[in-house]
């Protein structure tokens, strides 16, 4: 089966400090993962993917994400945050089942960031 | 550049109604998803097209689901005797390829009364 899981619906952090949001992932095969923001009204924003290569991944905004293979997790991290980075995050895998890879996303349910001052 | 667009933004019908939702993809862009995101949910996938094709369509909820993209570019997704079940955020995204990565619209947020 494919699937993701975002255990925290909430993560709450003061501004400057570390922040963490959560993804573990099943699949057959080898996983494509990938990490998306969406803010208030807007559409889903690309952060960060891993296919092959390094396990810790660098994106957009700062952000980062370490694939971790025996723990089947793609953990979201940044060293600094900041209240703008208050949204809503997505871990998402790409569906390898059926018509093969057709490049179709199989999402997380979303955890929300909240960035306080 | 243009991003991906979706009109409207916002449609309110009635129950049994027939509604049509537009996305018009990056240019250029050959794939195209359309998702659907109920609240306090992730995406789902609906369908896949590669061109004007319906590549996989197997997201589908039921028969009252369409999508086409006749010339390869524009987008409609088309619904059927809505219901009320259907409420929901549908968003359209593209990619220059099918396994690339993929750009998302706003969103038309769908209320079925």
């Known amino acids: 089966a494919q699937s993701v899981a975002q255990p925290e619906d909430q993560v709450n952090v003061a501004e400057g400090n570390p922040l963490t949001v959560k993804c573990t992932y099943s699949v057959s095969g080898n996983p494509y993962l990938f990490w998306y923001v969406q803010y208030p009204n807007r559409g889903l924003q690309f952060l960060l993917k891993?296919?092959?290569?390094?396990?810790l991944v660098k994106g957009s905004y700062g952000f980062e994400a370490e694939f971790n293979k025996s723990q089947t997790s793609f953990h979201l991290k940044k060293p600094s945050a900041l209240v703008s980075d208050s949204a809503l995050y997505f871990c998402a895998v790409r569906d390898i089942r059926g018509s093969g890879n057709t490049g179709k996303l199989i999402f997380g349910q979303g955890t929300t960031l909240q960035v306080k001052p | 550049g243009a991003g991906v667009s979706q009109t409207p933004s916002n449609k309110v019908t009635e129950k049994g109604k027939y509604v049509e939702l537009r996305c018009d993809p990056i240019s250029g862009h050959t794939a195209l998803y359309w998702y659907r995101q109920s609240l306090g949910q992730g995406p789902e996938f609906l369908i896949y097209?590669?061109?004007?094709?319906?590549?996989?369509d197997s997201g589908l909820p039921n028969d009252r689901f369409f999508a086409v993209r006749p010339e390869g570019s524009v987008s409609t997704l088309k619904i059927q005797r809505t219901e009320r079940g259907d409420s929901a955020v549908y968003l359209c995204?593209?990619?220059?390829?099918?396994?690339?990565?993929?750009?998302f619209g706003p969103g038309t947020r769908l209320t079925v009364t």
């Open positions: 891993y296919i092959t290569g390094d396990n």
């Open positions: 097209f590669q061109g004007t094709g319906a590549a996989d």
């Open positions: 995204a593209s990619s220059p390829q099918r396994d690339g990565e993929q750009y």
